[in-house]
């Protein structure tokens, strides 16, 4: 099984980045799936969320308004769309897969820096 995260990079405050996560060797829509994200010398925490159908959503409050969370089951590949970028949304974002059964799988993560 393998999640593999595109889409991080450097970008000013008040911008845009959108995070894919691409799974391979699993079947897509029996996961549910979400992104985390780990700050340097800070806990990993939970950002978004969205059912295996993509018809239930949930988010950080932090990121609530300005993050939303898709996926695409044909392509087997979820999205993390960020507008309004913070200097304190940086981090490495992980895409994360979970099953009814409990089966769990992690990316690699992205870089994301908002930095003027």
């Known amino acids: 099984v393998q999640l593999v995260e595109s889409g991080g990079g450097l970008v000013q405050p008040g911008g845009s980045l959108r995070l894919s996560c691409a799974a391979s060797e699993l079947t897509f829509n029996n996961y549910n799936m979400r992104w985390y994200r780990q700050a340097p010398g800070k806990e990993r925490e939970l950002v978004a969320g969205i059912n295996r159908f993509g018809s239930n959503t949930n988010y950080a409050d932090s990121v609530k308004g300005r993050f939303t969370i898709s996926r695409d089951n044909v392509k087997n590949t979820v999205f993390l769309q960020m507008n309004n970028l913070k200097p304190e949304d940086t981090a490495v974002y992980f895409c994360?897969?979970?099953?009814?059964?409990?089966?769990?799988?992690w990316g690699q993560g992205t870089q994301v820096t908002v930095s003027s």
């Open positions: 994360y897969a979970v099953s009814f059964w409990a089966h769990e799988y």
